[in-house]
């Protein structure tokens, strides 16, 4: 093999990038060339580990010699076609002169983030660990969780320009066959220039891309996903992103909190209902204030009516206009905390939410009682932030209804929704499965919440392999020998 | 347009037995039932209610005779195509008509109580939609819909007759009517009854597991028990005014004073009138659209839909506008109606059901002959 004439090309075929790094080696006419990324690779490893035992070596040098003086373990003989994918991927590929084989190792190595607390979901009791943007250290978070042959990663590349890792987990034997093999055969048929981040894996692997409605999981702590996985959900890690994505979804999965498993079942069941209720006043709450004033006021109790009449009296907008402008006015103020410095956002919000919120009431454009409708719903909307962006979507529509066709519209809308939510399903989970389909096993874990030994088996609003969770019978004796203790 | 109308399980059927035996019975009927025949009028109710579970009760056995048939192969084998295209528009007229009284009936409450005086078209825009996109989005999306609402409605329904028994106030007497009067306020009243064919046309699309039939007939014994208790409330809340109290479940619950701290409570019965109301319409399209396709099969299911919305806002535009309209359309024409769903629906079955057998025994004959 003419060792330079190989570098060179393959460095052509990197267009020469800064990155690019190569060097040579003359062992009695033996010629060995290393070729690798610097801005991916180990340097020190390459250097110690690898180029150091073979310049130091004094003789003739052949390919099997110099397979064994590399320290690394991760090392493969590739063929020439597997060059430039091995050197992407942070390999340093090794060249021989009196030999046609080439030799790869992998010595992949950048800078990431140590696995800390995600923003998206703190915990008061429970792990505080959140998936990074290495899919590596992704995989041992979860492969600390499960001590088992059965957990199967199954490797792919997604984008054409990015080639994105792809890794697909579930559980053997828990996780359905079909769901797998559907998902693989997505994953397979996605035509894309890269992927950038999991959230583009979303919409592609979806069975309805044009819906509003989430239809698949994403979490970022290892703990949920786990859990997940143990009901028979598949997780699928994207490399340089921390969010999981997990299917089939459910709606009712992000009704679900980790806190919610780390504290008493009954609080836990508690803090379920106000979540529920939290969300129907988010959607429905300037929608039926609006519909009331406009059109129904005649069935507002009389002491709150001459409240509301008081208040709103000077106020020169429709109620639909004021809230509207409230709403409005919230979201920009959402969107500029989001993306000023933390320091500048808090002066924003005060400005925002004190100084105009306050002048505008004095000033009489807008009235007291809408400002406190709009707060409340914002608040109750990020009670499950999880899906703020459908709420926020829904609360819109509903404050157009309201103003439009009143208290029978809104009820429509509801029932259209709810309806059209029942059309939605994913990988064969119906989307507001245990509710609707209603089945009872799986509310032990849906807006109920009932101790861990009282759900023994898997739930059923997905495709799943049957198993019992809980060994009964174990369970039984224990209690038989504990109380014969007693 | 393709409609996928998967199968419906034993719940989801028991459930929109459930919503649609309540069909104009807690609004309007009970007044004019109370009117016409005292109190003795509650016999009369249950008395068609027993036809109305009959109904079931055929739905069932036609159903172990012909398990994964459909009613419209069913009729074609016994009486031919002729007969099964005459029941099918049977069958839209009839649930169309109910729309058209069902929608007349709730217009009012909704004009009178919740919009003051609004027009005609804006009840129209709420409901033609949601019943459309309920329709078209399938059967079993309704059936999950009416599951999803189901604690919704059987919450209110329970609240409501709470709240109405501490409403009671007097004691009317019983047997003052005499028997011809009780009857014939019952059979002038009998059109908001004889929903239950819808199951027929429903028939190859409800999937009820062994044993399961127990839940389907619960739900409609529950439906009968409360539908019955609401009655009666109001008949022992209203003895001497009842006449001008035309809404019986919002007005159980509209002079209630012990629950006056919560303010008017009366609002969530109205919430029930409004969720029943969609609910109703919806399975009446639902019905008019499967009943449709048996009659022309080769027609787009959207043709169904817009022959529905087109012909029922014709008629609810230009005929009927007021309660005395809907009440002389309720009580002259659509008892008419009614004797295709409690008489010639249930002989033709009972001759489907006893041909089929007499075919059967023939066939058993002419092997033990061989």
């Known amino acids: 093999m003419d060792v330079d004439k190989t570098i060179k090309d393959f460095k052509k075929k990197l267009h020469n990038s800064v990155d690019v790094a190569d060097r040579t080696l003359d062992k009695n006419g033996v010629k060995i060339g290393f070729i690798y990324l610097k801005s991916i690779t180990d340097n020190a490893i390459f250097s110690e580990n690898i180029f150091e035992p073979v310049a130091s070596f004094q003789g003739e040098i052949s390919f099997e010699m110099l397979k064994s003086f590399v320290r690394p373990n991760d090392v493969s003989e590739i063929e020439q076609s597997e060059v430039l994918k091995n050197i992407l991927k942070g390999g340093v590929v090794i060249f021989i002169s009196n030999s046609e084989k080439i030799l790869a190792i992998d010595i992949l190595k950048y800078n990431t983030r140590a696995p800390s607390e995600p923003p998206t979901s703190p915990v008061i009791m429970g792990p505080r660990e959140g998936f990074t943007e290495d899919y590596k250290t992704n995989i041992t978070l979860l492969r600390r969780r499960f001590h088992d042959e059965n957990l199967v990663l199954e490797s792919a590349f997604v984008g054409k320009q990015t080639k994105t890792q792809i890794i697909v987990a579930y559980l053997h034997g828990v996780a359905d066959k079909k769901v797998i093999a559907e998902l693989k055969k997505r994953l397979k048929n996605i035509e894309i220039d890269g992927i950038v981040d999991s959230y583009y894996l979303l919409s592609l692997i979806t069975s309805r891309p044009n819906s509003f409605l989430k239809q698949v999981g994403q979490s970022e702590k290892p703990d949920i996903v786990a859990a997940k996985m143990l009901e028979g959900r598949v997780a699928i890690i994207v490399d340089n992103s921390p969010i999981v994505l997990t299917v089939p979804f459910v709606f009712l999965e992000d009704l679900q909190n980790s806190n919610d498993y780390y504290t008493n079942f009954t609080y836990s069941t508690l803090i379920r209902f106000v979540r529920v209720a939290a969300i129907i006043l988010a959607v429905l709450g300037p929608g039926t204030y609006i519909a009331l004033q406009l059109f129904h006021y005649n069935i507002l109790p009389f002491k709150y009516l001459i409240t509301i009449a008081d208040a709103t009296q000077q106020v020169p907008f429709t109620p639909f206009i004021e809230l509207l402008f409230i709403s409005l006015l919230f979201q920009v103020l959402y969107e500029v905390s989001l993306r000023l410095p933390s320091y500048l956002g808090l002066a924003t919000s005060v400005v925002g939410a004190l100084i105009l919120g306050d002048t505008g009431v004095k000033a009489g454009l807008i009235s007291p009682p809408a400002v406190i409708v709009v707060a409340i719903a914002k608040i109750a909307l990020y009670t499950i932030p999880e899906q703020a962006s459908q709420i926020t979507l829904l609360q819109y529509i509903f404050m157009i209804i309201g103003a439009s066709l009143g208290l029978l519209g809104l009820i429509g809308g509801m029932i259209y929704f709810v309806a059209y939510a029942n059309t939605v399903e994913n990988f064969g989970a119906p989307y507001l499965a245990p509710l609707s389909p209603f089945i009872l096993s799986d509310n032990k874990d849906g807006v109920f919440k009932v101790p861990l030994d009282k759900m023994k088996k898997m739930p059923k609003s997905f495709k799943n392999i049957p198993t019992e969770r809980i060994d009964e019978k174990r369970l039984l004796k224990n209690e038989e020998k504990s109380n014969e203790s007693d | ?370």
């Not at chain 2, 035996?21 to 004019?32: C, D, E, G, M, Y």
């Not at chain 2, 819808?198 to 409800?206: H, N, S, V, W, Y």
Request: with cysteine; glycine share 6%; hydrophobic share 60%.
């Open chain 2, 1 to 370: 347009m393709r409609v996928i109308d998967r199968n419906l399980n034993a719940w989801q059927t028991g459930i929109l037995i459930f919503i649609l035996l309540f069909a104009n019975k807690i609004i309007v009927l009970p007044s004019l039932l109370f009117e016409g025949a005292g109190l003795e009028s509650i016999f009369m109710l249950v008395f068609v209610f027993m036809f109305e579970i009959g109904l079931i009760w055929l739905f069932y056995i036609l159903k172990k005779r012909y398990p994964n048939k459909s009613f419209a192969s069913v009729l074609q084998k016994h009486f031919g195509e002729g007969v099964k295209v005459l029941f099918f528009a049977a069958f839209c007229i009839f649930f169309l008509s109910k729309a058209v009284l069902l929608y007349n009936v709730t217009y009012i409450f909704f004009r009178n109580l919740i919009y003051k005086d609004t027009s005609n078209f804006l009840i129209l825009f709420c409901f033609l939609p949601i019943i459309n996109h309920l329709a078209i989005s399938g059967l079993r999306a309704l059936g999950r819909t009416a599951q999803m609402f189901f604690p919704v409605i059987a919450g209110i329904l329970i609240f409501c007759l709470v709240v109405g028994i501490f409403g009671i106030d007097s004691r009317p007497l019983l047997f003052s009517n005499s028997f011809e009067s009780v009857v014939l306020t019952g059979l002038r009243h009998i059109a908001p009854f004889g929903d239950m064919i819808f199951l027929f046309a429903f028939m190859d699309k409800i999937e009820v597991k062994k044993g399961q039939w127990k839940v389907i007939f619960s739900f409609a014994g529950a439906a009968t028990i409360l539908i019955v208790a609401v009655n009666l409330i109001f008949m022992l809340s209203y003895t001497y005014t009842s006449f001008m109290h035309p809404y019986a479940i919002f007005e159980i619950m509209s002079f209630v004073k012990e629950f006056g701290g919560l303010g008017r409570i009366d609002i969530i019965s109205m919430v029930l009138i409004i969720v029943f109301a969609y609910f109703h319409l919806a399975i009446y399209l639902k019905t008019f659209m499967l009943s449709f396709h048996q009659i022309f099969p080769k027609i787009d299911n959207i043709y169904s839909i817009l022959t529905f919305d087109f012909v029922f806002v014709v008629i609810v535009t230009f005929f009927i506008v007021n309660l005395e309209t809907a009440v002389v359309y309720g009580e002259q024409i659509l008892p008419w109606i009614a004797i295709f769903s409690f008489l010639i629906l249930p002989v033709f079955v009972f001759v489907a059901l006893l041909s089929g057998r007499r075919k059967k025994k023939t066939k058993f004959s002419l092997e033990a002959a061989e």
